[in-house]
């Protein structure tokens, strides 16, 4: 198993044809519709792998030769970009985690962190946050195995979201 | 009142000496305990103003010649970075959103926030995401004011995080 940055020199793995969902994973092969990725595959590659990248991931390909069922080479990934307190300075955020079911249980999803702590680490950060779904009992698990601690439950956070329509109420409403 | 992009020409307004707390606003002036900001002041104004900015920010500035009662001319901000989802693409990411109590009631945080807005949109974003104490019932209504919504309560989001000493064990397991 490689864990391939999407700051590497190489091109990522070719991206499928676009197709409506299931979704073909941008960065090779097709992922089932837990996988996570919705986004349209040009643009996630594009805004991964172009010239301005506006996220760093790091994929986990499987050796030379072998493929997943769906005949793709990358079976897990972890996606991340870096926000900014005005308690702690540079954090990192990690939006997401990922390894196919039938690839789990093989510690890839450990590496995947790893190399989001170490980006984070280097990069000056002193935090990593990310979001889990209340109901996902394993994924809180393996968090907290990492040393991870839920916020909402210690410290009362929720998340808050305005989604397009409103951003654009908002933004038409300003007179400044 | 003024509202300063952090990507304008002009120079921020000076940082006041570095002292213990209470913290000087990085931004001019001295703020209070509630202010949200414990990260020091030349750290924050060079992560924001300097050559390579870890954020973006507007400042609330009072007009020429007018004060706060800290002597200084920034009453509020509104400070942000952008994230990146593999559902929605580009996100603005507001990490905090803050006016002087003294300065409240005057739509300076409604401003505030129609900028950033102005922003996700200029940037393509979908979403903007920020989080907030459950028991801050004020803040959670002026969210909703503006079409926000709790995506804790309505899909049982949880924000999990990692400090800086898990960071530094998970970089330092790595060994790919």
């Not at 280097?122 to 991870?148: E, Y």
């Not at 210690?154 to 300003?174: H, P």
Request: glycine fraction near 10%; hydrophobic fraction near 35%; proline fraction near 10%.
């Amino acid at each position: 198993m490689a864990l391939v940055p999407s700051h590497s020199a190489a091109p990522p793995p070719r991206c499928a044809t676009p197709v409506p969902p299931p979704f073909p994973h941008p960065w090779g092969g097709s992922l089932g519709p837990d996988e996570c990725l919705s986004f349209p595959c040009p643009v996630l590659r594009e805004d991964g792998f172009g010239a301005r990248p506006q996220y760093e991931c790091y994929l986990a390909e499987l050796p030379p030769g072998q493929t997943n069922k769906e005949g793709g080479s990358v079976v897990g990934y972890v996606l991340f970009t870096y926000t900014y307190s005005t308690w702690k300075g540079r954090n990192l955020y990690m939006d997401n985690l990922y390894v196919q079911p039938q690839f789990r249980g093989q510690k890839i999803g450990k590496r995947l962190i790893e190399k989001a702590a170490q980006a984070a680490v280097s990069k000056g950060c002193g935090q990593l946050r990310m979001h889990v779904a209340n109901w996902k009992a394993k994924d809180k698990d393996f968090l907290a195995r990492q040393g991870g601690e839920d916020l909402t439950a210690k410290e009362g956070w929720t998340l808050f979201n305005l989604d397009e329509d409103a951003l654009r109420r908002l933004a038409a409403q300003s007179t400044i």
